[in-house]
C-alpha cells in the first residue's frame, strides 16, 4: 500500500445506524443515533481521499465523562475478539472500522473522534456519538475490566456468564426489555384489577431524557469521576435511578402525593404511561403527583431504555413496617377509627419494580430478580429510594444484606397486631394475624395481559413451618444487628395473647359495584356458644386513598345485635351514592370497619375494602391500520350515575399512535346517556400497539380504555 505521500483527508462517515441497530437489537428507538449494546461489536465506515495506510497513525477516541478510551486501527487488521479493540477491513478508500466493547463496558452517550496524521500534523474529525447499553443478550466468555486506564482480562465463570444483565429466556427478554407496553395490577387483596401501562422506552428523546436523569444524580454530583466509572454495574446504576425518579432528595422526576387534594398538579391516576412525565421533567423539573404504580412505571421504563430487563410488580396487602420490628401495630378506637398512634401501616396495594442481574457483590446466590423501589417511602443511606434487595435474600430471611432488606422483608412477610384504644383502660390487643400481609403479589405474563402470581418467589407458603423459620429468622438478624430504626410508636406487650371470644364475623360484598351506584355489603356474625349473646356494633365506612389514609366518613351506624345459640346473622349496610359521591377519590375505594363487643367485653374488629368499578370505554377501528397512514377511531362511554354530567373530556395517546395527546371536549351526558366520539390518528411505528383512552368529567375521574392496534407497515 506504500507509495502514496498525498494528504489524507477524511471525506463521508457513515455510522451505519440501521443495520448496527438491526443486530443490537436497537431498531424500535426513534431518532438517528447510533445505539449498540456493550459485548457485541458494531461497524462504521470511513471514506477517505485515498486509500488509508498504517503509517497514517488512524485512532478511534471514544469519551464518555471520565472515561477515555484511544483504539489505534491498523490497515488492514483482522478481529481479535478483545474489547475494547477496533479491526479494520478496506475496499479502495473505504475503511470498515469494527470496534468491540466489553461486556462490562460503562454504558452511556460515547462521543467518537477519529485521528491520523498527515505528514507532521494531526488531524481530529468529530464521527458524532454512539449510546453504549447493557445487553442481555451477551453471554461472552473473555472480558476485560477497564480502571485506572489499564484494561484487565478476566475469564467469566458459569456464574458471571457475560453481561451482569445477560438473561437466557429469548421470551423474558422480549417482555422485560423490548416491550414498550404492560400491566400494572391494582386494587386490594380481594380484588385485583388491571391498569395498563405506556413504558414507551423506545419513544424520542427518552434515552437521552435517561442519561440526564444519572447526570443530575447526588452521586454524580458528589464525584462525577467515580459515579461514571460505576456506570458498568446495573447495581450501581439500578439504586441511582431509584433515587432520582423520585424528586424528595435530589430535583428527581415525580412528586408524590397521597393527600387526594391535586389541584395544583395531575392527579396520579390521570397518567397512562412515562414518556410524557419524563419529558416535562426534562422541560421543567419535578413533576406533579405520582403515587407508587407511577412511580413503578417511569422506573420500569428507564430501565428497559437502558437496557436493563425490569418488570412491574405489584404487592396486596404491602405493610409499611417504619420501625423495622417486622410487626405492624394498629390502634383503632371504640368506633372502628384508626388512631393517631398508629405509624406503621398496611397499603391495599405497593407497586415496585423487579430489575434483573447478577449480583457480584453478594455472591451468585443472590443472581436474578432484585427490588427496586422509588416511591418515596423511608430513606436508605440518607436518601429517599431502595433496592437492589435481592428477592431471592428475602424469601431466605437474609435481611443483613444490601440494600432495605428489612423494609422488603416486612412488606411481605409482617405480622400483624390490632389493639383497641379506650379513654378508660389500657390498650387492649383484639387479633394477631401471621397471613394478612403480602398476598397475590403479581406481575403481567409474559405474551399476555394475564396476571402471575409470584408470592412464592419472595416467602414460603403461609401457615408452614419453613414459613415461621424463616420470619423467626429475620427477627434474630434485625436485633442487635444495628439495622432497625428506633421505634416510633407505642407497642404494648407483643405476647400478650388476643382473647378468646364466643363469636366470629366476617364482611361480604359485591365486586361489581359500580361507581355511580349504591354501595351495599353485609357483616355476618356468629354466635360460637350455646347461650345466648347480645352485641354492640359500632361501623365506621370512609372514602380511602390505597394507602388506606381516610379522606372521608361516608357512614356511621351503631347497633345492638342479638344472636341465638349458634346462630348466625347478616347485618346489611347501604352507602347512597348520594353520600360517597363528594367524598370518593379517584382509588375509587371506601373502607368499613366494625367493633363488635359482647357483654363481657370481649371485642372484635373486622373490615372490608370495597373497590368501585370504573364504567367501561368501549373503543373499536373499522380498518386495518397501516403506517404513516389516518386511522380513524371510534369510543363510547355511557354515564353511569343518576345525574347529569359536565366539563367531560377525553385524552387520547399511545406510543407508536399518538406523537402529540390528543384532547377531546364531548357534550354534556344525561342519565344513562350514551357518547360517541370519533378520532382521527396517525401510525408512525410499526407492529403491535396500544391506543390510551382517559375520561373525565364532574362526577368521574379518570375512567381508561385501551385498544390494542396491529400496524402494518405497508
Avoid at 198 to 224: A, C, M, V
Avoid at 281 to 295: E, I, L, S, T, Y
Avoid at 485 to 498: I, N, Q, Y
Wanted: contains cysteine; charged residues 20%; proline residues 5%.
Amino acid at each position: 500500500m506504500g507509495g502514496n505521500s498525498s494528504t489524507l483527508q477524511l471525506q463521508s462517515s457513515n455510522l451505519q445506524q440501521g443495520k448496527n441497530a438491526l443486530a443490537h437489537r436497537t431498531s424500535e428507538f426513534m431518532g438517528k443515533h447510533l445505539i449498540v449494546r456493550r459485548g457485541e461489536e458494531f461497524s462504521i465506515e470511513l471514506t477517505f481521499s485515498r486509500p488509508a495506510q498504517s503509517s497514517d497513525n488512524i485512532k478511534l477516541h471514544m469519551e464518555t465523562g471520565s472515561i477515555n478510551i484511544d483504539l489505534p486501527i491498523t490497515i488492514p487488521s483482522p478481529s481479535n475478539g478483545v474489547p475494547w479493540s477496533a479491526s479494520s477491513t478496506q475496499k479502495m478508500n473505504t475503511l470498515t472500522v469494527t470496534i468491540n466493547s466489553p461486556v462490562n463496558a460503562v454504558i452511556g452517550c460515547y462521543a467518537m473522534t477519529l485521528s491520523f496524521s498527515s505528514g507532521s500534523s494531526t488531524t481530529s474529525e468529530s464521527l458524532g456519538h454512539v449510546y453504549v447499553l447493557f445487553n442481555p443478550w451477551a453471554k461472552g466468555h473473555l472480558y476485560f475490566n477497564y480502571c485506572c486506564g489499564v484494561f484487565h482480562s478476566q475469564i467469566c465463570s458459569t456464574t458471571n456468564p457475560g453481561d451482569a444483565v445477560y438473561m437466557e429466556n429469548d421470551a423474558e427478554k422480549r417482555e422485560y426489555v423490548l416491550n414498550e407496553t404492560g400491566i400494572i395490577f391494582f386494587g386490594s387483596s380481594s380484588t385485583q384489577k388491571p391498569r395498563r401501562w405506556d413504558f414507551g422506552q423506545f419513544q424520542d428523546k427518552i434515552l437521552d431524557i435517561t442519561l440526564n436523569i444519572l447526570d443530575k444524580s447526588t452521586e454524580h454530583k458528589r464525584d462525577p469521576k467515580k459515579d461514571v466509572n460505576l456506570r458498568n454495574d446495573p447495581v450501581h446504576v439500578g439504586r441511582m435511578l431509584s433515587a432520582m425518579i423520585n424528586c424528595q432528595d435530589d430535583h428527581g422526576v415525580l412528586v408524590g402525593n397521597w393527600s387526594g387534594d391535586y389541584s395544583s398538579g395531575e392527579r396520579p391516576t390521570k397518567w397512562n404511561g412515562s414518556a410524557d412525565i419524563l419529558r416535562q421533567w426534562m422541560d421543567k423539573g419535578p413533576v406533579q403527583f405520582g403515587q407508587c404504580w407511577v412511580f413503578a412505571g417511569v422506573l420500569c421504563t428507564v430501565l428497559r431504555c437502558l437496557g436493563i430487563p425490569a418488570r412491574v410488580v405489584t404487592n396486596f396487602s404491602s405493610a409499611h413496617d417504619t420501625d423495622e420490628n417486622l410487626i405492624i401495630d394498629r390502634y383503632f378506637d371504640e368506633d372502628g377509627v384508626e388512631s393517631e398512634e398508629t405509624y406503621d401501616s398496611i397499603w391495599n396495594f405497593h407497586v415496585w419494580v423487579e430489575a434483573w442481574f447478577a449480583r457480584h457483590d453478594l455472591g451468585s446466590t443472590y443472581d436474578g430478580w432484585q427490588v427496586l423501589d422509588s416511591t418515596p417511602q423511608e430513606e436508605s443511606e440518607g436518601l429517599y429510594r431502595l433496592g437492589p434487595c435481592s428477592v431471592k435474600a428475602i424469601k431466605e430471611g437474609d435481611v443483613d444484606l444490601p440494600y432495605d432488606a428489612p423494609f422488603v422483608f416486612a412488606e411481605l412477610n409482617a405480622d400483624v397486631t390490632d389493639w383497641l384504644v379506650s379513654a378508660e383502660g389500657p390498650k387492649k390487643k383484639t387479633k394477631l394475624n401471621t397471613r394478612s400481609v403480602g398476598k397475590f403479589t403479581s406481575t403481567k405474563a409474559i405474551n399476555s395481559d394475564e396476571r402471575v402470581d409470584v408470592t412464592n418467589n419472595y416467602k414460603y407458603p403461609e401457615g408452614t413451618p419453613k414459613e415461621r423459620e424463616i420470619f423467626k429468622k429475620a427477627q434474630s438478624k434485625l436485633k442487635g444487628s444495628g439495622l432497625r430504626r428506633s421505634p416510633v410508636a407505642f407497642s404494648a406487650s407483643p405476647t400478650e395473647a388476643a382473647p378468646v371470644l364466643d363469636f366470629s364475623g366476617n364482611f361480604t360484598s359485591s365486586s361489581d359495584i359500580q361507581v355511580g351506584q349504591d354501595v351495599t355489603f353485609s357483616l355476618n356474625l356468629k354466635n360460637t356458644s350455646p347461650n345466648e349473646i347480645s352485641l354492640q356494633v359500632n361501623l365506621t365506612a370512609s372514602a380511602i386513598v390505597y394507602t388506606n389514609a381516610t379522606v372521608k366518613d361516608v357512614l356511621t351506624n351503631a347497633q345492638s345485635v342479638k344472636l341465638g345459640p349458634d346462630e348466625e346473622k347478616n347485618v346489611p349496610y347501604t352507602v347512597p351514592y348520594a353520600d360517597y359521591e363528594n367524598a370518593i377519590t379517584t382509588d375509587n375505594m371506601i373502607k368499613a370497619v366494625a367493633v363488635c363487643e359482647d357483654e363481657r367485653g370481649g371485642k372484635l374488629l373486622l373490615e372490608i375494602v370495597i373497590l368501585l368499578k370504573n364504567p367501561p370505554i368501549v373503543m373499536k377501528i373499522t380498518d386495518q391500520a397501516h403506517l404513516n397512514k389516518p386511522l380513524s377511531i371510534e369510543i363510547a362511554f355511557t354515564n353511569p350515575t343518576t345525574e347529569e354530567v359536565h366539563n367531560c373530556v377525553l385524552i387520547v395517546e399511545g406510543s407508536g399512535l399518538v406523537k402529540e395527546k390528543i384532547t377531546i371536549e364531548v357534550p354534556h351526558m344525561s342519565k344513562n346517556q350514551r357518547s360517541v366520539s370519533k378520532v382521527d390518528i396517525v401510525p408512525y411505528q410499526p407492529g403491535q400497539r396500544c391506543l390510551f383512552v382517559d375520561f373525565s368529567c364532574d362526577k368521574l375521574s379518570d375512567v381508561k380504555g385501551s385498544l390494542t392496534i396491529n400496524v402494518a407497515s405497508n
